[in-house]
């Protein structure tokens, strides 16, 4: 994969897949996405470094700032997940959406020594809402 910015839509779930050029010079900025219905958005900034290599692909620093909004009254509150993946122990392993593996991500965080970060919104309890933040 070249890591140039990418935005990548499938059909069944949106995917935003993100990484960047060039050490130590941030990339990214303002994000948005809007859950399958429409019920919930997410909207902010993220940006990502490029902190160095790792099983010969480029590794990143990530950090985001996100807001979410309910727009219907259905008693469903929205959340933030992410899915990626992580060098740890020689190995690149992947997590995922998986509520039992990853249930929330924070509105504000970071991340390290990743790549393929896609950062999805959805209404809690229901997968089949979430969409890509892009």
Request: net charge positive.
């Amino acid at each position: 994969m070249t890591f140039a910015r990418k935005a990548t839509m499938a059909v069944a779930a949106a995917g935003l897949v993100i990484g960047a050029a060039g050490a130590a010079q941030a990339d990214g900025g303002a994000v948005w996405g809007r859950t399958v219905g429409g019920c919930g958005e997410a909207s902010g900034n993220y940006q990502w470094f490029k902190t160095g290599m790792a099983g010969g692909y480029p590794i990143y620093k990530t950090q985001w700032t996100l807001k979410t909004k309910d727009n219907c009254s259905d008693g469903k509150s929205v959340e933030l997940r992410v899915s990626y993946r992580y060098w740890k122990d020689g190995a690149w392993r992947e997590d995922h959406m998986d509520r039992q593996k990853n249930p929330v991500l924070k509105a504000t965080g970071t991340g390290k020594d990743v790549k393929d970060v896609t950062i999805w919104v959805c209404l809690k309890g229901d997968d089949k809402t979430c969409a890509a933040v892009h």
